[in-house]
């Protein structure tokens, strides 16, 4: 056996691994709508799914130019121009926009202190985490007091109040 070309094949094997785990990033990728949103639900879903993942306790939506009432399955289909909706999640509150049956923004905040860990982003960050925290997570944004995370299609922005995360907010561009 020749122990020379097989010492080859797992040096070259170990080192295309190491190659392709050093290109691979854990940080945020601002092209992935996966990164936008909060508890498994992203921007782009579609809110039939979204609604299933979520489980509200009440949720309402309506159209805000025409003012007229959606129920979740219209919307999957395709229904309203530009709907609003709001969701209760136990005691908090989260607001979505649908258009064409997906979502065009996900909004959450006032989240209280003891239900921070329940609101999550795909990264794993919390409602309360630190700023610092958020950088670690997500890179360097843009902004101060509302940092700010964008590719081509969409947005992410976090409220920072007394260095902590205070809000969290996704939309498409």
Known sequence: MNYTRYFRIVAIFLLTVIVLQACSSNGFDAENQKEYGIN???????????IDILGPTKADFMDMVSRQSYTVDQMSAGAGEAVMGMLLLDRTQLILKVKAGKLQSIMLGGVAQEDAQKFKTMRGLSMYDSA??????YGEGTGDKEITYQGSHSKASFGIVDNKVAWMRFDSL
């Open 132 to 137: 610092e925290q958020l950088k670690k997570l």
């Open 40 to 50: 498994g639900v992203y921007v782009g879903q579609n809110i039939k799914e979204a």
